[in-house]
C-alpha cells in the first residue's frame, strides 16, 4: 500500500529509493472472530531496510489503516526478525510507532510475540542504536518498546500513556494530562516532541548522521585550533552556546532540550571524535543572546536523572563523555531535597562505570559535592582530565559563607574571608593541587578538548 502514511514516512526518513521491504505478504494466521476475512498484507506493520545519508538502517512503520495499527502475533514477529537481522549486522533500528494497542482477537499469542520484541530490545542494548518515534498513538504495553529505546521523539499531536488519563485517580489534582507529546517531553522526560513530522524525521537523520558517519566532522589543521568566542559565554556561563562554538561544523545535538533545561545532554564531534556531553546549564537564552530564563544554579533531582540516562547510553555505546561543571552546589526546592540522594548516586554510577576516557571542563564557579558529582576523579574509572576555565572559583563553600562559620566573631573577617577565597576557592589553587589538570584560555576550550580527547 504504497500510498498509506506508514510508507510514507518510510520513505521521508530513508535516501530515495533505497527502502527494500521484507515481509510485505505475511499476513495473520489465527481465524479466530473471522479476522482472516480482515486480514492484509503486512498485518499492519512495513519492515524493511535501507539507507540514511548512505549508512545502512532497519525500519518497521506501524500502518493505523490495518485492523486499527494493532499489533498481533505475525505484526510483532515480524520486528522481532528485523532485530534479528540488525542484531547480525550492527546497523540501527528505528520504529515509528502509531499503534492501536493489542489485537484482542489473538489475546495471548499476540503477547508472547510482543515480549520477543521487547526481549531483543534488551538484548540489543548497548549493541546497536534503537530509535523510536511516536506519530499517532501508543498506549498501555507498547510504551515498553519506546521505553526499552536509546532515543524517542514524538510529534506535539502524538500521545503516549500507560493508563487512559481518564482512568488516572489523581488526574484532577495533577491539573495534567497524561496523554499529551508535552508531559512526556517536559514532564516524564521519556521523549523529546517536535512541531511536525518532518522535524522529527530531520531529527532522526540527523542522530544517524552524527552516530553512523566516522567522516563526520573532520577537521583542517585551522580548523582544529580555532578560538571560540568566549567572552559572552563566559559572562553568562551559556553552556549551549559553548557546546555549539566548540563542535565540529558548530552542530551540537541536544536531546530533550526541554525537560530539565538546567542540565544539557547531547553529542558532538570533536576533530570526528564522537563525544556524549552532560552539563549544567544556569540560563536559557533567546536568538539574541539575551537571557530568556533564570535555570536552578546548583543540582537538581531531575537534572541528575537526566544525565544518568546519557551516561549510561554512552557507557553501553562506549562512547567517551564530556561533563561541563558549573553548579555552585543543589538546588534547594522539596523535589530536589527528597530524590536528589538517589538521583546523584544513580548518576555518579553511571559514571563510574564508563569503559571510556572522560573528560570534565569547569566553565563556571562550582563548589561542594557538586564539584565532586559533576568531575568525580576519585571515583573508579574516574574522570582522566580535568579542564577549568582561568576565572572560574573551585572550592567546598563560597567564600562568604565559609567566614560566617570560621570567622563569625573575627574583627576582621572581611580580610579573612578574602584570604579564604584566594586561598581556598581560587581555581589555580586548586590546579596547585594537583586536583584540575589544566587551566586554560576560555577561547582555546575547542582545541585542548580535542587533544584531551584525542590522547585518553
Known amino acids: 500500500m504504497a500510498d498509506n502514511k506508514a510508507m510514507e514516512r518510510i520513505e521521508k526518513l530513508l535516501d530515495a529509493g533505497s527502502f527494500v ?28 531496510y535501507g539507507q540514511i545519508e548512505g549508512s545502512p ?139 511536525t513530522e518532518d522535524e522529527v524525521i530531520e531529527k532522526i537523520r540527523s542522530l544517524i548522521l552524527m552516530f553512523e558517519n566516522d567522516m563526520y566532522g573532520s577537521s583542517s589543521p585551522s580548523d582544529l585550533n580555532r578560538f571560540i568566542d568566549a567572552d559572552r559565554i563566559a559572562e553568562h556561563t551559556d553552556t549551549r552556546t559553548l557546546l555549539r562554538e566548540c563542535a565540529d561544523n558548530g552542530e551540537f545535538l541536544e536531546i530533550c532540550p526541554a525537560c530539565h533545561p538546567e542540565m544539557v545532554t547531547g553529542f558532538m564531534r570533536l576533530n570526528g ?78 559514571l563510574a562505570r564508563l569503559p571510556k576516557a572522560r573528560v570534565g571542563l569547569i566553565i563556571g564557579d562550582t563548589y561542594g559535592s557538586a564539584y565532586l558529582a559533576m568531575n568525580a576523579r576519585p571515583l573508579w574509572n574516574g574522570t582522566s582530565m580535568i579542564l577549568a576555565w582561568d576565572q572560574v572559583k573551585v572550592g567546598m563553600m563560597e567564600a562568604e559563607k565559609a567566614a560566617n562559620i570560621l570567622f563569625a566573631k573575627d574583627a576582621d573577617k572581611e580580610r579573612r574571608e578574602s584570604d579564604f577565597e584566594s586561598k581556598q576557592n581560587s581555581v589555580l589553587s586548586a590546579a596547585a593541587h594537583g586536583n584540575i589538570d589544566l587551566v586554560i584560555d576560555p577561547k582555546e576550550t575547542r582545541k585542548h578538548l580535542i587533544m584531551a580527547f584525542s590522547m585518553l
Open 21 to 48: 521491504e521484507l515481509g510485505a505478504l505475511v499476513t495473520s494466521r489465527v481465524t479466530d472472530f473471522s479476522l482472516q476475512d480482515q486480514a492484509e498484507p503486512s498485518d499492519g506493520v512495513i519492515t524493511g
Open 57 to 195: 538502517v532497519y525500519v518497521y512503520s506501524q500502518n493505523r489503516d490495518v485492523l486499527n495499527g494493532t499489533i498481533g502475533e505475525m505484526h510483532a514477529k515480524k520486528i522481532t526478525d528485523l532485530y534479528d537481522k540488525a542484531m547480525r549486522t550492527g546497523a540501527p533500528v528505528i520504529g515509528l510507532i502509531d499503534c492501536g494497542g493489542f489485537r484482542l482477537q489473538e489475546s495471548v499469542d499476540a503477547l508472547d510475540a510482543f515480549s520477543k520484541v521487547l526481549e531483543r530490545q534488551i538484548l540489543c542494548s548497548g549493541e546497536l542504536l534503537m530509535i523510536s518515534a511516536v506519530f499517532g498513538t501508543c498506549a498501555g504495553g507498547m510504551t515498553l518498546v519506546p521505553a526499552l529505546s536509546d532515543f524517542t521523539f514524538l510529534t506535539k499531536d502524538a500521545q503516549m500513556f500507560v493508563n487512559a488519563p481518564h482512568t488516572v485517580t489523581d488526574n484532577t489534582s495533577m491539573a495534567r494530562d497524561p496523554a499529551p507529546a508535552v508531559y512526556q517531553n517536559e514532564v516524564a522526560g521519556l521523549a523529546e516532541m517536535l512541531d
Open 273 to 350: 571524535i564522537l563525544v556524549g556531553v552532560a552539563g549544567n546549564a544556569p540560563a536559557l537564552f533567546d536568538d539574541t543572546g539575551e537571557i530568556e530564563k533564570e535555570l536552578p544554579k546548583g543540582l537538581t533531582a531531575g537534572g541528575c536523572e537526566k544525565a544518568s540516562r546519557l551516561i549510561t547510553f554512552c557507557s553501553q555505546a562506549d562512547i567517551p563523555v564530556l561533563t561541563v561543571a558549573a553548579a555552585d552546589g543543589f538546588a534547594r526546592v522539596e523535589d530536589t531535597e527528597k530524590n536528589l540522594p538517589a538521583a546523584l548516586a544513580d548518576m555518579m554510577r553511571a
